[in-house]
């Protein structure tokens, strides 16, 4: 799980650096949050694809049926990204993420506990 801090800004959850993700209803503005984004849905391409926020490859780990790419973004050297083997970047390359699942799981940051 990737543990991002954001904000509600534009109708949408923002990232440090603009990852976008889908908020849910009523969530409160005055509190400092983290969403918690499973690798599957974020997805890495090229570097500027629609949607998508600039991020680099700190490297990639092929498992088969899968990629794990960790990748930096907004200051992060951690972001994880589970893609099918099919889609391929090499260590160090340019990319874009985007977020593509649904609503994540929304933390308040001071008292660890979920508000969404």
């Not at 969530?27 to 949050?33: G, K, M, T």
């Not at 991020?55 to 990639?60: D, G, I, N, P």
């Not at 794990?68 to 992060?76: A, S």
């Not at 160090?92 to 969404?116: I, K």
């Amino acid at each position: 799980m990737n543990l991002i801090e954001v904000e509600v800004a534009d109708g949408k959850l923002r990232g440090q650096g603009g990852l976008a993700l889908t908020p849910p209803p009523g969530l409160p503005r005055d509190r400092r949050l983290v969403a918690g984004v499973r690798p599957e849905a974020l997805e890495v391409t090229e570097p500027e694809a629609e949607g998508s926020v600039p991020a680099r490859v700190v490297s990639a780990e092929w498992l088969g049926d899968e990629i794990i790419y960790v990748v930096d973004h907004g200051g992060r050297r951690d972001v994880r990204v589970r893609m099918p083997p099919t889609v391929r970047f090499a260590a160090d390359a340019p990319v874009g993420l985007r977020h593509t699942g649904g609503t994540p799981a929304v933390y308040d940051v001071s008292t660890e506990e979920l508000v969404a």
